[in-house]
C-alpha cells in the first residue's frame, strides 16, 4: 500500500482528489500531514453565479484523531476564490471540517463514538483524542440533543439522587417505557408543580380538539415507587391509567421493619452467644435461604449446627422475632403468589394479621399496606405476560449510577439528560 493511499484511508478521502500531500514525524513523536486538494471544475460565485478565480491559499490546522497512540495534525492549504464580477471571496468546500472549526468530522465521530459508553468520562476521551475537556464537552453538546419519546402504554416512574445539579433539585426523575426498556425523558425535578407543567405541556402540544384526547390517554399504566407526588400526579394526567404499586419497594418498607425487630431483640439482650447469632448469622431470616444445609461445629455451642437449628434458637428466646419472622414470610409468599383476582382478599387479611401481632416495628408497613392498597393490588397486573413493576427502571437507575460514579458528579443537568438518554438508550444517536 502506497503512502498516499494509506494516508487517504486515515482521511476519508478519495487519492483522486489531492493535488498535493507530505507526511512527517515529529520530534514529539505526532504526525503531520500536508495536503491541497485539487481545485474544483469551473467554480463559480455562490452570489451572483459568475465566474471566480483563485485568491489566494489559507493554511488550516485541524485536530484529526484517527490514529489511537499519536497525535495527527492535518495542516490543509485551503484555496480562497474571489469573484470577477462583485469582489465575493469565499473558501472552497473541503471534506474534513466545517468553516472556522479545528476537529475534523472524523475526530468528531471518534469523539461521540467513545461518549456513548457509560464509564467513558469527557476527561478521558479529551485525553485520548487530544482535545480539551471543554471542546469534547462542546462537540456533545452540538451533536446530541435528544427529544423526548412518546409516552407508552406501560410507564415507569423512578428517580434519582442528583444533588450537584444546576437545577434547584435533589432528585431528577426517570420516566421509562416499562414494555422496551427505553428512557423517555429525564426531568430535572420530581416535584408535583414541575410535573404538572411538565404533563400540562404536553397535553396542550398533543391535544385532539374532536376527540377531547391527548398523548396522556395512551398510558394505561402507571408503576411507581411510594411517593405521594407520583400517585397524585398519576391520578390527575392519566385519566386511563392504572396506578401500581412498586412491589421492590414494598418489600424493602417491610424488611426494614423487620431487621427493627432484629436490632431490638439484640439490643434486649446480654447473652453473647444470642448477640453472636443475630449479628453474624442475620442472613438465616432471608427469603428462600435453605435451613436445612448440612451442619457445621460450632464452638461457642459445642454442637452442630445448620441454621434452621440458629433460626429456632433464637425464635425460642425472641417470641416476637418468630412472629416478626412469620408476618415477613406471609406477605412476600402474597407477593409471589397472588394474583390480580385474588389480591384484595388476600391482603386485606394480611392487613388484619399484622394489626393483631402489636409489633411496634411493623406500625409503619401496617399503615402502608392501607394507604397503598389499591396501588399494591394493581401491582399483580399482566403486561405483555409480565408483571408490572420497576425494576426494569431500577436497573438502568443503577447504570445511571455508575456514569455518575466514574464522572465524579456532573453539573450541567442539559448536558447529563442528553448524556443518559445517549448512553442507556441503545437507539439513541448523534447527528453531525
Same mark, same amino acid.
Given at each position: ?46 452570489l ?8 489566494g ?49 472524523e ?38 440533543n ?8 406501560a410507564?415507569?416512574? *423512578? ?5 450537584? /445539579?444546576? #437545577? ?10 416499562? !414494555? $422496551? %426498556? ?6 430535572? *425535578? ?5 410535573? /404538572?407543567n #411538565? ?9 385532539d380538539? !374532536? $376527540? %377531547? ?12 415507587d ?62 428462600n ?11 461457642r ?5 445448620n ?6 434458637l ?12 412469620l ?10 403468589t397472588s ?7 388476600e ?27 389499591t ?11 409480565r ?46
Amino acid at each position: 500500500m502506497s503512502l498516499e493511499k494509506f494516508i487517504t484511508d486515515i482521511l476519508n478521502i478519495k487519492l483522486e482528489t489531492l493535488e498535493k500531500i507530505d507526511s512527517l514525524v515529529t520530534s514529539d513523536d505526532s504526525i503531520l500531514i500536508k495536503i491541497r486538494l485539487v481545485p474544483t471544475k469551473n467554480p463559480s460565485c455562490p452570489l451572483c453565479k459568475n465566474s471566480v478565480k483563485i485568491h489566494g491559499y489559507y493554511p488550516r490546522k485541524l485536530i484529526h484523531s484517527t490514529l489511537a497512540n499519536r497525535k495527527c495534525t492535518i495542516i490543509y492549504n485551503q484555496r480562497r476564490y474571489k469573484c470577477d464580477s462583485c469582489d465575493f471571496t469565499f473558501h472552497e468546500i473541503n471534506p474534513f471540517a466545517n468553516p472556522k472549526e479545528n476537529v475534523t468530522y472524523e475526530t468528531k465521530i471518534n469523539v461521540l463514538k467513545d461518549l456513548k459508553y457509560v464509564d467513558s468520562t469527557y476527561t478521558a476521551v479529551a485525553r485520548r483524542h487530544n482535545l480539551s475537556v471543554t471542546k469534547v464537552q462542546r462537540i456533545f453538546d452540538t451533536h446530541v440533543n435528544i427529544p423526548r419519546k412518546s409516552l407508552p402504554e406501560a410507564l415507569s416512574i *423512578d428517580e434519582h439522587y442528583f444533588p450537584e /445539579s444546576n #437545577y434547584d433539585s435533589l432528585y431528577c426523575c426517570l420516566l421509562m417505557d416499562f !414494555s $422496551t %426498556g427505553t428512557l423517555l425523558d429525564i426531568l430535572p *425535578d420530581r416535584k408535583k408543580d414541575y410535573l /404538572s407543567n #411538565y404533563l400540562n405541556s404536553i397535553r396542550n402540544a398533543t391535544l385532539d380538539y !374532536s $376527540t %377531547g384526547c391527548s398523548e396522556l390517554n395512551n398510558v394505561k399504566f402507571v408503576s411507581i415507587d411510594l411517593y405521594d407526588n407520583y400517585r397524585d400526579i398519576s391520578k390527575t394526567y392519566f385519566p386511563n391509567a392504572i396506578i401500581c404499586a412498586d412491589s421492590f419497594h414494598v418489600i424493602k418498607h417491610l424488611t426494614e421493619g423487620f431487621n427493627q425487630v432484629r436490632l431490638r431483640c439484640r439490643r434486649s439482650t446480654e447473652d453473647e452467644n444470642l448477640q453472636y447469632l443475630l449479628t453474624k448469622f442475620k442472613f438465616i431470616f432471608n427469603h428462600n435461604v435453605n435451613l436445612d444445609n448440612q451442619g457445621k461445629y460450632n464452638k461457642r455451642f459445642k454442637r452442630y449446627l445448620n441454621y434452621r437449628d440458629m433460626q429456632e434458637l433464637l425464635f425460642y428466646n425472641f417470641p416476637d422475632l418468630k412472629q416478626a419472622y412469620l408476618l415477613k414470610e406471609t406477605y412476600i409468599r402474597f407477593n409471589e403468589t397472588s394474583s390480580i383476582q385474588s389480591a384484595k382478599d388476600e391482603l386485606s387479611s394480611i392487613i388484619s394479621m399484622f394489626a393483631d401481632s402489636n409489633i411496634k416495628e411493623y406500625d409503619e408497613f401496617y399503615n402502608l399496606l392501607i394507604n397503598w392498597f389499591t396501588e399494591i393490588c394493581n401491582s399483580f397486573s399482566m403486561v405483555q405476560n409480565r408483571r408490572i413493576n420497576n425494576s426494569y427502571i431500577e436497573s438502568r437507575n443503577r447504570q445511571l449510577e455508575r456514569l455518575l460514579y466514574n464522572a465524579n458528579g456532573f453539573t450541567n443537568f442539559k448536558r447529563t439528560r442528553n448524556r443518559i438518554l445517549y448512553c442507556l438508550n441503545k437507539n439513541d444517536t448523534y447527528s453531525i
